[in-house]
């Protein structure tokens, strides 16, 4: 522990440069702004943001990206409260109860009630990711490939057990993502697969253009049909922005239970950013003292507490996609994909190989949580106005971006044709009643998941039951085999009773 | 016909396409030493499984909200994609900042923005907004066009 406390000071040397911070502050303005654009999520706003790191050093684009996947957690609560329209999908929850706020003229202490949950669940899930990554780091290497191989099963598995309305749909999405992934010159180099020829598509299809047409175009050709009203109805004004006595009081348990909520499911493979908040939500209506509120007045602990809940996820996130360099969302995996253009591959060995790189990015979490904070509580006015904005402005703008942002990449026009392939296909997709986040999980852990799988079979001499011997792997199989057997066993007794899931769990 | 049942339909020919050619095209290898075609295989057959059993639950519980494609839907959407695959094509012909003007005015046209002068300043200042962050700050080197290079060189 103090080693870690150690180094995270030594973090905070790399983190305080000044460069770094301006990082960390464009980082998270721009992922706020994302975070608050309706339609595009983390993922898209990942994605298309990318290519703006070109130039910079590695750690410097690290904290650039990290700012935006955390920004944009904060900034995805203000068009929930003020149109009703989830910026992202962990705060579809939000627009329940911070909506109804609004209405009665309290949405600036639900917005800063939201930054202050935010902010402290943030700051805890750092604090998490301090103590907790290093552990499971030096853990981690001791695992060999069947562990690898069934932490990427056991993640695609919950991921399309929790995610969507129809399991079926959402197995099909996770598979179409494999599908993906194994285009291009298979793990050992030997065959080229579903490339028909093209050499563009020897290297396989690129994870970045996939999301930000599925995503990205998807979404705005969607928005761009079916135009949403976003024109904000509620003034903000500053002196508006401070909860009052009480309401402060009675948010401040709903934030705990939340942080500890969210930080528990973000380290847990699926859906865990939008899970926490339903979970969250949930809890405190069960738990509220004042529970006339919730039927359309507006009750600040079903603001308080998922909006703690999907921070704290999104930052516990970072403890296996760091130390495990396993991401189990689909804006998780595209912050791998960051990592990687700079020729960094998160897992066990960053923090030895990288451990300036790996302390410098874990201490500008502290300071960009801190940024965050203090941009989204007088900058909400401002922030406001964008939403004024009409879509069909932004919209051409955003499609533009889009394709600016993929041709960057790897200067191809060829992906440019691929980014308007997969948006139509992201599109009909959406309109199919598939969610989306599956492909992306798929299409990134499938092709781990065929290397280390490949690795146990020719380990085990084609045996795949040995995996039973090792208690890791065989503690993981056991979990999904049962998994995929309750799943089996509530579909048939949904099909039996002929309902369906009560909630649908917007992915991340 | 049901948005959904198509999407399921389409969807089940393109895991049998796969598969097909996973099988006929790749090698799958021993069990001790799987090849190219081993992942693919399994993953089509499962998909083809998981396919027929959303297809035919669609089929047999239609979603009474799903009312089809609407014509005036798919023609927006038709008239984006076209614009898209336009955008593609005069970026490789005439390069970023023509085919970017043209994009940006064509599509405020769809999406209905007026007036035409409007649409005209947006469509130029927002092009050499972006052309000032990618080519000139960020030094991406942003397409010239054929036609362009042709006269350069």
Redesign the interface.
């Known amino acids: 522990m103090l080693e870690s406390v150690t180094m995270l000071l030594s973090g905070f040397s790399e983190a305080l440069v000044l460069k770094n911070i301006a990082a960390a502050f464009a980082g998270a303005l721009v992922g706020t702004l994302a975070g608050i654009l309706p339609g595009l999520g983390i993922s898209g706003s990942i994605a298309l943001l990318l ?2 790191s ?2 910079m050093e590695p750690l410097t684009a690290l904290i650039m990206f990290s700012g935006i996947y955390y920004g944009a957690m904060y900034g995805g609560s203000t068009t929930s409260i003020l149109v009703n329209v989830p910026g992202e999908g962990a705060s579809v929850v939000t627009c329940l109860q911070g909506h109804s706020m609004a209405k009665r003229g309290r949405a600036g202490a639900a917005l800063c009630v939201c930054a202050m949950g935010s902010f402290f669940a943030g700051t805890i899930g750092v604090i998490g990711l301090t103590f907790f990554a290093p552990v499971l780091s030096r853990w981690a290497l001791k695992f060999g490939p069947p562990e690898y191989m069934m932490i990427a099963a056991l993640g695609l598995i919950l991921l399309a057990n929790m995610t969507g309305k ?1 399991k ?2 959402s ?2 999405m996770v ?2 993502g ?2 993906l992934g ?1 285009v291009g010159m ?3 180099g ?2 080229a ?2 490339t028909f020829g093209s050499l563009n598509l020897l290297e396989g299809l690129d994870f970045i253009i996939v999301i930000m047409a599925l995503f990205g ?1 998807g979404e705005i ?1 969607d928005t ?4 949403v009203d976003t024109s904000v109805k509620q003034k903000v004004r500053l002196r508006d922005l401070y909860p009052n006595k009480e309401e402060t009081k009675r948010s401040v348990c709903p934030i705990g239970r939340g942080t500890i909520i969210g930080f528990i499911m973000g380290l847990l493979p699926g859906p865990a950013m939008s899970l926490s908040t339903y979970v969250s939500y949930s809890l405190e209506k069960k738990l509220s003292k004042h529970k006339d509120e919730w039927d359309g007045y507006g009750a600040i602990e079903g603001v308080a507490g998922p909006e703690s809940a999907n921070n704290a996820a999104s930052t516990a996130q970072m403890i296996p996609l760091l130390a495990l360099g396993l991401p189990f969302s689909s804006s998780a995996a595209l912050l791998v994909s960051g990592f990687r253009i700079h020729g960094i591959v998160p897992g066990p060995r960053l923090m030895t190989m990288y451990p300036a790189l790996f302390w410098g990015l874990v201490a500008s979490m502290y300071i960009g949580n801190l940024i965050c904070l203090i941009l989204n509580l007088p900058l909400v006015p401002a922030f406001a106005k964008i939403l004024k904005v ?4 932004l ?3 955003v ?3 889009t ?2 942002g993929a ?2 990449l790897n ?1 191809s ?1 060829f992906d ?2 691929m980014l ?1 392939l997969f ?2 296909a992201g ?3 959406a ?4 969610s989306l986040a599956p492909v992306a999980i798929g299409m990134f852990l ?1 092709p781990q ?2 290397s280390s ?2 690795q146990s ?2 380990m085990f ?4 039951g040995l995996v039973f011997t090792r208690p890791i792997a065989g503690t993981m199989a056991v979990i999904m085999i049962l998994s995929i057997l309750w799943t089996v066993f509530r579909s048939i007794q949904k099909t039996r009773s002929g309902k369906e899931d009560e909630i649908v769990i917007e992915a991340d | 016909m049901k948005k959904k049942i198509i999407v399921s339909g389409t969807l089940l020919i393109l895991a049998l396409i796969y598969t097909f050619l996973a099988f006929v095209r790749m090698p799958a290898g021993e069990a001790a030493n799987p090849k190219g075609g081993f992942l693919p295989r399994c993953i089509g057959l499962l998909a083809i499984a998981m396919c027929i059993l959303d297809l035919l639950f669609e089929i047999r519980h239609p979603d009474k909200e799903d009312n089809g494609f609407d014509i005036r839907e798919l023609f927006v959407f038709a008239k984006i994609i076209l614009v898209f695959a336009g955008y593609v094509f005069l970026l490789y012909l005439l390069g970023y900042i023509i085919a970017s003007i043209v994009f940006l005015f064509v599509l405020f046209t769809v999406t209905d923005v007026k007036p035409f002068i409007k649409k005209f300043i947006l469509s130029i200042a927002v092009t050499a907004v972006f052309f000032i962050i990618f080519q000139i700050i960020l030094n991406v080197g942003l397409p010239e066009g054929i036609v362009l290079e042709a006269l350069l060189y």
């Open positions: 290519p703006l070109y130039g129809s079926v749909k197995y099909i598979l179409l494999m599908m194994s298979d793990a050992t030997s065959i697969r579903y175009l050709m761009m049909i079916h135009p009409p879509m069909k402005i919209m051409p703008i499609a533009l971006i394709f600016t041709y960057a200067y026009i440019l044709s308007v948006g139509i599109w009909f997709l309109k199919g009643g598939f499938g998941f065929e799988l490949k079979l020719s001499d084609g045996n795949i």
